[in-house]
């Protein structure tokens, strides 16, 4: 059998490793027994005890003399702190090793009996370590497992209240609850993706945030930005309708970012050069507004508006190729085509009819049936800015918008067209028509000559419970 931690060590045959006094390395003397039948000096007595014998065990070494005297009890002692301990000194040698004499001395037995104290601290010290790592791993398994938790099952991380301050987002085309949501986290609105998320599938009206420039605040609850974004309806934006005036967008500019009436209308006067407009506008954004939806911050200036309306109408029309698209038609430039664009906007109750209303037009510029004259109100109510019009102002050939007496399209376009009106002007329907009349919102009657359209224009006046005037062609 092999003690752990050294090397096996040849051992006397009395007892075994661990019998008897065989576990130090200097064995006790065994005397020698006379041979049989020689008489010792001084042999048994007559109790039959060998007493000089006896004496001269008692009078051996220290070492074996030392142990019989000790009491039974501390020799017992003594193996259970020799099983325990290591037996190394606090110079880090081995007392008591199989290798070395062992110190009887009640001095040297005093010692391994603090020693065995000491090493019993060390042992509770160490003790109080490992449960002290065991706790913290136990702790921090803990708060991992918490962490968990609250990632998958608790509640997201999220700002109370309506916040504070203000921050300007843009909500691009195709944006969804997580692409908002990170976007909100990116710009400070909301603390976590999650906490917008969760009230964006809650409430349905969040699949109808439109593309835009909102304006926020800062650490808002996820609750509260979707409440936000949903009310502003569409963000911080401005709609520009098609066929709408530049006076009007004018207007609708300095509402939108609360400016003095008047302010666009003169900042599109002063920065006429440097809004990108083409050469033959001749400084006039009228027809070039492109309208859509823009985006509005806060403290952008009119200017900033127009330039971006100017930008999108330019690239339209030159993806649309105008001006080579003109000389097909029998117009002279892109800007004609704009022109008539706009008055089919001005004219037309719906988009269907913009094909048989761009057929007309070229047919009253290019044939004689009405002398090349369009004979429309709506283009001197343009320069005139009214809808009322006299005899005298409709047979004023002096102004020029005046198309009753003035052959060809006016000088300029009469609202901002959409892409639609344009594509009709680009691609007129088929037809023999000079004349229509709106009878309805959704009814427009066309007619190939006057008579034709004198008799629509009566029946649309009687049906009004008006007078008809056969010589104006008008109702009364």
């Keep these: 059998m092999q003690q752990q931690g050294y090397p096996q060590q040849q051992m ?266 083409p050469a033959e506008a001749n400084g006039n954004p009228e027809g070039y507004l492109w309208p859509t939806r823009y985006s509005v911050a806060e403290g952008m200036k009119p200017e900033d508006l127009l330039k971006q309306m100017v930008s999108n109408a330019v690239e339209k029309y030159g993806a649309l190729k105008l001006d080579e698209a003109a000389q097909k038609l029998g117009l002279k430039n892109g800007y004609e085509v704009l022109t008539e664009a706009s008055i089919l906007q001005a004219e037309g109750n719906n988009s269907e009819d913009y094909g048989k209303m761009a057929r007309a037009i070229s047919n009253r510029l290019n044939t004689n049936v009405t002398q090349h004259k369009l004979a429309l109100d709506t283009t001197l109510q343009y320069q005139l800015g009214r809808k009322e019009l006299t005899y005298k102002e409709v047979n004023d050939g002096s102004l020029k918008y005046n198309t009753n007496m003035n052959p060809g399209l006016p000088p300029t376009p009469i609202g901002n067209p959409g892409e639609e009106a344009i594509q009709a002007v680009l691609n007129p329907t088929p037809g023999d028509w000079a004349y229509w009349l709106a009878v309805s919102p959704t009814e427009t009657k066309f007619a190939a000559t006057d008579t034709e359209h004198a008799q629509n224009t009566k029946d649309w006046c009687i049906s009004r419970g008006m007078q008809y005037d056969p010589k104006q062609v008008v109702c009364k």
């Excluded at 301990?85 to 009640?106: A, I, K, M, N, T």
């Excluded at 608790?154 to 700002?159: E, I, L, M, S």
């Excluded at 609750?223 to 963000?235: D, H, I, M, Q």
């Excluded at 509402?255 to 809004?275: C, F, I, R, Y």
């Design 12 to 277: 006397p045959q009395q007892g075994g490793p661990y019998g008897g006094q065989q576990q130090f390395a200097q064995q006790q003397p065994v005397q020698q027994r006379p041979a049989p039948h020689q008489e010792p000096a001084g042999g048994p007595g007559p109790d039959g005890i060998d007493w000089e014998a006896e004496a001269a065990a008692l009078d051996g070494p220290a070492r074996g003399g030392q142990r019989a005297a000790e009491p039974e009890h501390d020799r017992a002692d003594e193996q259970e702190d020799w099983a325990e301990d290591e037996y190394l000194d606090e110079e880090g040698s081995q007392d008591g090793s199989f290798f070395s004499e062992q110190d009887d001395s009640r001095e040297a037995e005093r010692k391994r009996k603090e020693k065995g104290k000491k090493s019993g601290r060390r042992n509770g010290g160490a003790c109080l370590v490992v449960a002290l790592v065991l706790l913290g791993g136990m702790g921090g398994a803990g708060w991992w497992g918490y962490g968990f938790y609250q990632d998958h099952f608790g509640p997201p991380a999220d700002f109370k209240g309506d916040g504070s301050g203000a921050v300007n987002i843009t909500v691009k085309n195709g944006a969804v609850g997580d692409s908002i949501g990170k976007m909100l986290v990116d710009a400070g609105v909301v603390k976590s993706v999650k906490a917008f998320t969760n009230a964006y599938e809650k409430d349905s009206r969040g699949r109808a945030i439109q593309p835009g420039t909102y304006t926020l605040k800062h650490q808002m609850s996820g609750e509260a930005a979707l409440k936000e974004l949903v009310e502003a309806n569409g963000g911080n934006v401005l709609i520009i309708p098609e066929g709408l005036r530049a006076s009007a967008i004018y207007t609708k500019i300095d509402e939108k970012l609360k400016l003095q009436a008047g302010s666009t209308a003169q900042a599109a006067k002063d920065q006429a050069g440097s809004l990108g407009l």
